[in-house]
């Protein structure tokens, strides 16, 4: 099985046919596709004037959504490295166990479904890279009360995602399902449309 950086050759490989170069484009989303496999293909045919279903794109157009993806990837894969040291300082401290923090980096192994999309046809217009930093920068920092992507405060419990955790906060701006870390419990209580253990009993 061919690995992101061969498919990624292929789609440069200026000999090969377009349909060619366009199918291994979306072979490299099965290696690495942020918002999912659909909404991750959505974004780069928008972003770069590609008709989803043209067989024959413009290769310049074709490479420059390669070169987003691309960069989108180097974000993760430095994101990863990352998480790999801190686990083997944590380990050689002690923790064995992974936090429920991290729980989030299990679901998302490999990078996709980073950021998942709830609907594929709705997901954040900036660079997959530039979205990404947001939401790793958020991960790394004390929880609030607003998508860290698009800054959004409207958030939506859905009971019916199509992945694990299969329910959770969806921002209503941007569409990806909000990793519950970076959210404060008053502000997935307000998504489900409750309050917080605390609130509720100070009443």
């Given at each position: 099985?061919?690995?992101?950086?061969?498919?990624?050759?292929?789609?440069?490989?200026?000999?090969?046919?377009?349909?060619?170069?366009?199918?291994?484009?979306?072979?490299?989303?099965?290696?690495?596709?942020?918002?999912?496999?659909?909404?991750?293909?959505?974004?780069?045919?928008?972003?770069?004037?590609?008709?989803?279903?043209?067989?024959?794109?413009?290769?310049?157009?074709?490479?420059?959504?390669?070169?987003?993806?691309?960069?989108?990837?180097?974000?993760?894969?430095?994101?990863?490295?990352?998480?790999?040291?801190?686990?083997?300082?944590?380990?050689?401290?002690?923790?064995?166990?992974?936090?429920?923090?991290?729980?989030?980096?299990?679901?998302?192994?490999?990078?996709?479904?980073?950021?998942?999309?709830?609907?594929?046809?709705?997901?954040?217009?900036?660079?997959?890279?530039?979205?990404?930093?947001?939401?790793?920068?958020?991960l790394g920092s004390e929880?609030?009360?607003?998508?860290?992507?698009?800054?959004?405060?409207?958030?939506?419990?859905?009971?019916?995602?199509?992945?694990?955790?299969?329910?959770?906060?969806?921002?209503?701006?941007?569409?990806?399902?909000?990793?519950?870390?970076?959210?404060?419990?008053?502000?997935?209580?307000?998504?489900?449309?409750?309050?917080?253990?605390?609130?509720?009993?100070?009443?």
């Amino acid at each position: 099985m061919a690995g992101f950086r061969s498919l990624a050759r292929q789609v440069r490989d200026q000999r090969g046919d377009l349909a060619l170069r366009r199918y291994s484009l979306r072979k490299c989303l099965e290696r690495f596709a942020p918002y999912g496999h659909r909404a991750t293909w959505d974004h780069l045919c928008a972003r770069h004037g590609i008709e989803p279903e043209d067989r024959a794109p413009d290769p310049v157009r074709l490479i420059r959504a390669l070169e987003e993806l691309e960069d989108a990837r180097a974000v993760w894969l430095a994101y990863e490295t990352g998480f790999a040291e801190r686990r083997r300082r944590e380990k050689h401290d002690g923790l064995r166990r992974p936090g429920t923090f991290d729980d989030w980096h299990r679901r998302t192994w490999g990078g996709n479904g980073v950021a998942p999309c709830d609907d594929p046809e709705i997901h954040p217009t900036a660079p997959l890279a530039e979205v990404l930093g947001r939401l790793i920068a958020a991960l790394g920092s004390e929880p609030g009360a607003a998508c860290p992507v698009c800054a959004g405060t409207g958030i939506a419990w859905r009971q019916d995602l199509d992945r694990e955790p299969w329910s959770g906060p969806v921002c209503t701006g941007c569409g990806i399902v909000v990793p519950r870390p970076v959210l404060t419990e008053r502000a997935l209580a307000k998504a489900r449309g409750g309050r917080t253990r605390k609130l509720a009993s100070a009443a």
